[in-house]
């Protein structure tokens, strides 16, 4: 998996590659601002992420900490419900909705699951015939009518068949555009009805398709289709063929909304569940020396740090006062080593500025009774 998502950000690597041709182990914040625009992070989401950084040497594992946090809501939380599962797919024309209905079918199948596909654009006849094509040739069932029919109808036979016959899951397409965008919403909310009359609770899923390489301008066709219907996840295709992988995290912000999977290629394996602790190592790889070479870099640091103290400098205070700061510190690892936070920098002696790893949240804490504790 990790491996597909890698190759999908192979452009917009090349594309970061421009700004930051080396990989270092920090970076300044104004070389971080030129990375993640030329990646086609949203300016406003950029500047958001700058201003939670503290450090002028910002390294990966605070770069990391501020990306994940981007994607805070980017898992799905699986539904309860009753046999099949019933998902509805919209989104624009051209934005890969039959083509990912046909990955998403051959997933299920490959899983042991039965499933059946309902062509609901019926305002297009090539979307049928299309999607008819990719059933015959992964050999899975569909339901269809003719150009102009009543889509309603289509999920409602398609719905039925599978209850009667005992499918695992229905997915269902639908139309992306219509004469007017009224029409469409008002189309697509009949279909939301005539889903649940069909089987209570359906549809389970309304996955949003949006094209990768439209970037952040897909954000607007989104916040749409949400507000048409409501959206539970979204799957973003042709993301191999794209210099605009930084989008997601916009679009993850903006619509805090779950990605459910990222299209890597054309054939109808290149489904790729969306991982965000994978997707932000792959962007960071590009970036940040790899870990052995940082380590080197790091105790080439220490060496030069290390204070130069001969034997008559030294004392019993002065070794008491060494220790305890040795203990400071440990425990100061510990502390945010247990309670996942990042170090960000000293507020006094005994007064330390964290963040909690997957959160933008920054807080306060103290080195008391030779302890750190949250400070209340």
């Known amino acids: 998996m990790f491996g597909f998502i890698k190759k999908s950000l192979n452009k917009t690597v090349e594309a970061i590659k421009v700004v930051a041709p080396k990989r270092k182990i920090t970076f300044t914040k104004e070389e971080l601002e030129d990375i993640l625009l030329e990646a086609d992070v949203e300016y406003d989401l950029v500047e958001l992420i700058l201003n939670e950084i503290y450090q002028e040497k910002v390294t990966r594992d605070i770069l990391e900490s501020k990306l994940l946090a981007t ?18 797919i919209v989104g624009v024309n051209g934005a890969g909705k039959t083509t990912t209905i046909s990955k998403l079918a051959l997933r299920y199948k490959n899983e042991g699951k039965k499933v059946l596909l309902g062509a609901g654009d019926t305002f297009r006849a090539a979307a049928i015939e299309q999607l008819t094509l990719w059933a015959k040739r992964l050999d899975i069932p569909i339901v269809s009518s003719k150009q102009g029919h009543d889509s309603s109808a289509v999920a409602y ?5 599978a209850k009667a016959k005992g499918y695992d899951h229905v997915i269902i397409d639908t139309a992306g555009r219509l004469h007017t965008q009224t029409n469409l919403a008002n189309e697509l909310k009949k279909i939301n009805r005539i889903c649940n009359k069909a089987h ?13 390489t439209q970037g952040n301008s897909a954000i607007t066709q989104a916040k ?9 996840g979204i799957i973003i295709t042709k993301l191999d063929g794209t210099a605009k992988g ?7 912000h903006a619509l805090n909304l779950p990605i459910l999977y990222v299209g890597t290629g054309e054939q109808p394996e290149d ?10 190592s792959s962007l960071l790889d590009a970036l940040f020396e790899e870990e052995e070479e940082k380590e080197e870099g790091k105790q080439e640091l220490k060496e030069l740090e290390k204070p130069q103290v001969t034997p008559s400098q030294t004392s ?20 945010l080593l247990k309670e996942r936070l990042i170090y960000l920098k000293d507020i006094s002696e005994n007064v330390v500025l964290v963040n909690y790893s997957n959160t933008p949240v920054d807080t306060e804490i103290e080195y008391k009774n030779n302890q750190w504790n949250y400070i209340k």
């Open 71 to 88: 994607l805070a809501n980017a898992q799905y939380e699986e539904v309860q419900y009753t046999a099949p599962f019933v998902e509805l």
């Open 157 to 161: 036979d398609a719905i039925d068949s």
């Open 200 to 212: 209570e609770g359906a549809p389970h899923r309304t996955v949003l398709i949006i094209d990768g």
């Open 224 to 232: 749409a289709f949400n507000e048409m219907i409501g959206v539970d």
């Open 246 to 252: 930084g989008s997601v995290f916009s679009i993850a």
């Open 271 to 280: 489904l790729t569940p969306f991982d965000k602790y994978e997707f932000v």
């Open 316 to 335: 019993t205070k002065q070794d008491n006062t060494e220790k305890e700061t040795d203990l400071k510190k440990e425990r100061l690892e510990e502390f």
